[in-house]
């Protein structure tokens, strides 16, 4: 890999990392408990087994 390549693997690594966080600042703020609830009930950026919500379990966070 040359430099330039890894320069740039590097610092948009770091401007996703950076980038989600401030989303999820942004989405906190604007959706306050509900989405705090549903954060903990999925997954982040990458999907994990048994950590979907039904159909149910939506509607509940919604009110």
């Known amino acids: 890999m040359h430099a330039a390549q890894l320069l ?3 610092l948009m690594s770091g401007y996703f990392i950076y ?17 705090a609830r549903y954060r903990k009930k999925v997954a982040g950026i990458f999907p994990v087994p048994g950590k979907i919500l039904s159909k149910r379990e939506a509607d509940e966070l919604v009110g």
């Not at 980038?19 to 959706?31: C, D, M, P, Q, V």
């Open 19 to 35: 980038g989600s966080r401030l989303e999820e600042a942004k989405l906190l703020t604007y959706h306050g408990d509900v989405y």
């Open 8 to 10: 740039s693997s590097v």
